[in-house]
């Protein structure tokens, strides 16, 4: 039996393009909550663009943020779609955005404006540099936070040039934070009818994963450089080649060196005063590493990490795509999931998160562009004729809900 989730009864309206928001506002929609997707006429969200891959059309990066939610089309260049918006946003819990603060002020969606009609409401402005200072009006997308925030200054092999880390991983950490701040602020809203503003970025959430970089280098530390993941606090704490690929290793405490040398055969490196602590093995590195690199060539990854488990050192193989869909603990994790009605041509991944009270996730597949248009606008007070009238005028986009086989 699926239990509803503890967001249940929250509506969420979510007015965010590409990754960022609609990822919050999935992860929102998997706790429990009503998420209604406005977009634009004709083309929707740009991430429904974004391609190849396309399944049957559908992209599917939209269909990795999008799970879950309803579809609604407002053309908001009419003074009726804007209407319909803040008619909407009346209903609504929380509200997500990601648009240029001058043209929300424009458009009479800005936060003050807004919250004056539904004080309850929870304002989320999701962006590239935050609400404020003098770049906040600047577009942003996850390539440029990297580049900004020193992420990619750090990331990428000894002595080459910088590389992003090669996944949307602004965007996806960005709507985690959004997430956080959001679920908070729904604490205080059920207590005290008391909504919120709040300001997340990529740039800010990309100094948090930077921060005990900057915390480093700001304490002394010399300004570090691309490494090829030899760079850490930690030493041992990078990929080793093995007789066959490549695997990293974890040394996080002095116990854990002194277990991983005796399984590797390293028993004169686990004697030396001079690396029984982390300061010493960080002055040492080189040496280490070297001996280390020379032992892990001579046999195969699994055999390597089967001997490192059996004494609790953290170690895995580098694994492609191909190896990590079918690894055994995330199938038996349940971490992928089949998009409905895709025949198992797309999957999404699970939130992060598992509830007791929830075993099994919700998962609906994302909507057809303005698929709930009518049925969203009848709920809030929209008339059968007003909506017809709505058509005409170019104010709603059409529906175009599909009625999938009963085949997933």
Known sequence: MIELGPLNGVRVVDLTTSYAGPTAAMYLADLGASVIKVERPDSGDDARGWGPPFVDGASAWFASANRNKQSVVLNLGAPEGREALLRLLDTADVFLQNMNPAKLERMGIDSDTVRARNP???????????????????????????????????????GRAPQRVSTALSDIVTGMCATIAINAALVRQRVS?????????????????????????????????????????????????????????????????????????????????????????????????????????????????ADLAAVEVPAAAVQSLSEVVTDPQVTARGSLMPVPYSGGAMVTVRSPFRLASCPTPRNERFPELGADTESVLLDIGYTPDDIGGLVEAGVLGRSQRVEHEAVL
């Open 120 to 158: 309850r409401l929870v304002y989320c402005a999701m962006s590239g540099f935050g609400q404020d200072g003098p770049d906040s009006s600047l577009p942003g997308y996850d390539l440029v936070a990297q580049a900004r925030s020193g992420l990619m200054s750090v990331t990428g092999e000894q």
């Open 193 to 305: 009818g008391i909504g919120e503003v709040i300001d997340v970025s990529l740039l800010d959430s990309d100094l948090a994963l930077m921060a005990p970089r900057i915390a480093a280098f700001h304490a002394g530390e010399p300004e570090p450089s691309p490494s090829g993941g030899t760079d850490s606090v930690l030493a041992v704490y990078q990929p080793f080649e093995t007789a066959d690929r490549t695997i990293v290793v974890a040394i996080g405490n002095d116990a854990m060196w002194q277990r991983f040398c005796r399984v590797v055969g390293l028993e004169d490196l686990s004697a030396d005063p001079a690396l029984r602590d982390n300061a010493g093995r960080r002055d040492h590195r080189a040496r280490i590493t070297a001996a280390v690199s020379a032992r892990l060539v001579t046999r195969p990854a699994a055999e390597w990490l």
